[in-house]
């Protein structure tokens, strides 16, 4: 039996007109390309209706185009090993996820999807990235990217370059295996030595207390102290000053560098305007480079972290600690040796200047420099 196509043709239309009026607030008819195809045939409709479907079609590609862009790949390098990571490129600086350094670093990933926060974290390290953010939490210090972190297809993307130098200080760096060497000839050069450098003197009294007790008598007697200790264990130990005169600062520098120290510590008491800040603080070059530090300053960095981190747990017996922190002072950016400077407390606190008029306070402190010292040696023979 025969039959006409003509009704079939007109019901087929009517049918896709009727679905298209009842989804069009769903989607387009357009937007899927059998449709646009199906109406214009049974339609008999003008190929425009397709030109339209088209358009989208490139306008489409032209916003996922920039995704075609990640196939360069760059390395991140830690504790871990390697890890080859796809990168984007944004303005001049190249963004890799944040997860890589987790993976090469063998961190722990945290993520808070209500605060759009990601924290990597170990035993001793806390880092937290903020999604639109330049903030990064390093160990509850704020530190600043160039430019913000981005969210791309669901991942944190952060700055390659800035984010490697924030993540270098915190893991010691692989080294290859020591080669055997012939025994040489033994060296003038001591064991192990120390450079201790009490802070100010003579015209340069530093900060003052309320009774008239001066920074620099302190400083100068504390440093006394560590000097004695360390000799009774057979540690060499050099002062920039000995007495109540005035160093200058590249002089200490000078005085350092000629002694070829293992350790430099630059002894120091605090002071503030508002009375009620307490504790102590050490501080360390975290921005060393090799122009101003020389070659080992990779090595450096990392030791004096670590002498940092030992001065602050055993000063932190006897007096509350404000943590380790990064700082720029002369005698600290021009080393190339591992480099510390310990505020021993504030002057200006009613109690801890009390304490610092102390001399077994004082012996207390001068002992847990002593530790922290004979500790660092023991872990890096």
Same mark, same amino acid.
């Given at each position: 039996?025969?039959?006409?196509?003509?009704?079939?043709?007109?019901?087929?239309?009517?049918?896709?007109?009727?679905?298209?009026?009842?989804?069009?607030?769903?989607?387009?008819?357009?937007? #899927?390309?059998?449709?646009?195809?199906?109406?214009?045939?049974?339609?008999?409709?003008?190929?425009? #209706?397709?030109?339209? $479907?088209?358009?989208?079609? &490139? #306008?489409?590609?032209?916003?996922?185009?920039? &995704?075609?862009?990640?196939?360069?790949?760059?390395?991140?390098?830690?504790?871990?090993?390697?890890?080859?990571?796809?990168?984007?490129?944004?303005?001049?600086?190249?963004?890799?996820?944040?997860?890589?350094?987790?993976?090469?670093?063998? &961190?722990?990933?945290?993520?808070?999807?209500?605060?759009?926060?990601?924290?990597?974290?170990?035993?001793?390290?806390?880092?937290?990235?903020?999604?639109?953010?330049? #903030?990064?939490?390093?160990?509850?210090?704020?530190?600043?990217?160039?430019?913000?972190?981005?969210?791309?297809?669901?991942?944190?993307?952060?700055?390659?370059?800035?984010?490697?130098?924030?993540?270098?200080?915190?893991?010691?760096?692989?080294?290859?295996?020591?080669?055997?060497?012939?025994?040489?000839?033994?060296?003038?050069?001591?064991?192990?030595? +120390?450079?201790?450098?009490?802070?100010?003197?003579?015209?340069?009294?530093?900060?003052?207390?309320?009774?008239?007790?001066?920074?620099?008598?302190?400083?100068?007697?504390?440093?006394?102290?560590?000097?004695?200790?360390?000799?009774?264990?057979?540690?060499?130990?050099?002062?920039?000053?000995?007495?109540?005169?005035?160093?200058?600062?590249?002089?200490?520098?000078?005085?350092?560098?000629?002694?070829?120290?293992?350790?430099?510590?630059?002894?120091?008491?605090?002071?503030?305007?508002?009375?009620? +800040?307490?504790?102590?603080?050490?501080?360390?070059?975290?921005?060393?480079?090799?122009?101003?530090?020389?070659?080992?300053?990779?090595?450096?960095?990392?030791?004096?972290?670590?002498?940092?981190?030992?001065?602050?747990?055993?000063?932190?017996?006897? +007096?509350?600690?404000?943590?380790?922190?990064?700082?720029?002072?002369? +005698?600290?950016?021009?080393?190339?040796?591992?480099?510390?400077?310990?505020?021993?407390? $504030?002057?200006?606190?009613?109690?801890?200047?009390?304490?610092?008029?102390?001399?077994?306070?004082?012996?207390?402190l001068a002992q847990a420099i002593v530790q922290s010292?004979?500790?660092?040696?023991?872990?890096?023979?």
């Amino acid at each position: 039996m025969h039959i006409d196509d003509e009704p079939s043709k007109k019901i087929s239309v009517q049918r896709l007109a009727y679905s298209v009026q009842k989804n069009k607030n769903r989607c387009d008819c357009f937007s #899927c390309p059998l449709n646009a195809v199906r109406y214009c045939i049974l339609a008999q409709h003008p190929l425009s #209706c397709y030109r339209t $479907f088209m358009r989208k079609i &490139l #306008c489409s590609i032209l916003l996922f185009f920039p &995704l075609l862009l990640e196939a360069q790949t760059l390395t991140v390098s830690g504790l871990k090993g390697s890890v080859q990571v796809p990168t984007r490129t944004l303005g001049s600086l190249a963004f890799v996820p944040a997860s890589s350094f987790a993976q090469a670093y063998g &961190l722990q990933e945290i993520w808070n999807s209500k605060s759009k926060t990601l924290v990597l974290q170990s035993p001793q390290t806390k880092i937290a990235f903020r999604a639109s953010s330049t #903030c990064v939490w390093v160990n509850g210090k704020i530190l600043r990217l160039p430019t913000r972190a981005k969210m791309v297809n669901g991942r944190l993307f952060i700055p390659f370059e800035s984010s490697s130098k924030i993540f270098s200080p915190f893991h010691r760096v692989p080294t290859s295996p020591k080669k055997e060497t012939p025994p040489t000839p033994p060296s003038s050069k001591p064991n192990f030595v +120390v450079v201790i450098d009490p802070g100010h003197g003579g015209y340069d009294i530093g900060a003052r207390d309320r009774k008239g007790l001066n920074e620099k008598d302190i400083n100068l007697d504390v440093a006394k102290r560590v000097r004695d200790k360390l000799s009774s264990y057979g540690i060499q130990a050099t002062m920039t000053r000995s007495r109540d005169v005035f160093v200058g600062l590249p002089q200490r520098v000078s005085i350092a560098k000629s002694a070829r120290p293992n350790l430099f510590i630059s002894i120091h008491t605090n002071a503030a305007r508002n009375r009620n +800040v307490s504790g102590t603080e050490i501080f360390y070059y975290a921005q060393a480079n090799i122009r101003q530090n020389g070659s080992s300053y990779q090595q450096n960095r990392l030791k004096s972290y670590q002498l940092a981190k030992l001065v602050q747990y055993h000063t932190g017996k006897t +007096v509350r600690s404000r943590g380790v922190k990064d700082a720029r002072y002369f +005698v600290l950016k021009n080393a190339t040796y591992p480099a510390i400077l310990l505020e021993m407390g $504030f002057i200006t606190h009613a109690w801890e200047e009390k304490n610092l008029n102390n001399p077994k306070h004082r012996d207390k402190l001068a002992q847990a420099i002593v530790q922290s010292v004979l500790d660092y040696k023991a872990r890096n023979k």
